[in-house]
């Protein structure tokens, strides 16, 4: 299910790390990765566990691509959100928003309580995204701390690399093109080609689905019938391997800059 690790990178996860290793890492102002991401329905050709397993892949090798540079560490992964609107599908784990405020500002609070000072909570979940957007002020002022956010297609969406790589839309949607391609380079044990066919819906933006000029709350299942925004069928490793490196590219040039605490 895990891509392999090669023993010749750097280690970057938290959780293979011993707690002297860590504690090293602290004094050495190590910059933590926290990845936030959602247990839901992905259609019928996709693993539930998609926007877990995405988020901590491109938070990995985002990490693999710093650490030349500046020490980083990736935190364990958040595998629970907001995801009420996947619900009538079956197979979703979602939780209200004050439960997942208090899950990210205790685990803030423990990253700091260990000696840490800049943490980046990387989002791989749309339902996430508000949330989020709202959190970062409360979570700064509560912990008194520099808490930066991201959703981790962001900064490559906002170039036009995303867009430049999909055909039959301009970013990541869900179970999409985009999503089912990454899968495809990461995990392909989890994707079952034989229903990409199936795999089909609508392909609102990010923006006309989540911040619509007039909102009410809609769930998933009165846009599409089969859980997909977007088209499945043309998706391809190839396209999941260049969407990986474009994306994790311009995280990783916006880390080593500094941002979002620099400038």
């Not at 800049?118 to 957007?133: E, K, P, Q, T, Y």
């Not at 260049?242 to 995280?251: K, N, Q, S, V």
Request: aromatic content about 4%; charged content about 20%.
């Amino acid at each position: 299910m895990f891509k392999m690790i090669d023993r010749t990178d750097p280690e970057v996860l938290w959780n293979r790390m011993t707690a002297e290793t860590l504690r090293r890492k602290a004094n050495d102002d190590a910059l933590v990765l926290l990845p936030v991401a959602s247990t839901e329905q992905h259609g019928p050709h996709l693993a539930t566990g998609v926007d877990t397993f995405l988020c901590t892949e491109v938070c990995r090798r985002t990490a693999l691509k710093v650490a030349a540079r500046r020490p980083v560490v990736v935190a364990p992964t958040v595998w629970m959100g907001l995801a009420e609107h996947h619900m009538r599908f079956g197979g979703t784990f979602t939780v209200s928003l004050v439960t997942w405020q208090a899950i990210l500002t205790d685990l803030c609070d423990s990253v700091l309580r260990h000696g840490f000072t800049r943490i980046l909570i990387v989002n791989g979940h749309g339902g996430n995204m508000a949330a989020l957007s709202a959190l970062t002020t409360d979570l700064t002022r509560e912990l008194d701390a520099s808490i930066g956010t991201t959703s981790y297609w962001a900064l490559a969406s906002q170039s036009g690399a995303i867009a430049a790589i999909l055909e039959d839309q301009h970013g990541i949607i869900h179970a999409c093109e985009g999503e089912t391609s990454m899968m495809m380079a990461a995990f392909p044990d989890l994707v079952d080609e034989s229903r990409l066919g199936e795999a089909n819906g609508p392909a609102p933006s990010m923006g006309e689905l989540l911040s619509p000029p007039l909102l009410k709350w809609r769930s998933l299942a009165e846009i599409t019938d089969t859980g997909v925004l977007g088209n499945a069928a043309k998706a391809s490793a190839e396209k999941g391997e260049r969407l990986l490196d474009a994306i994790t590219d311009a995280l990783a040039q916006a880390l080593i800059a500094g941002r979002p605490w620099a400038g």
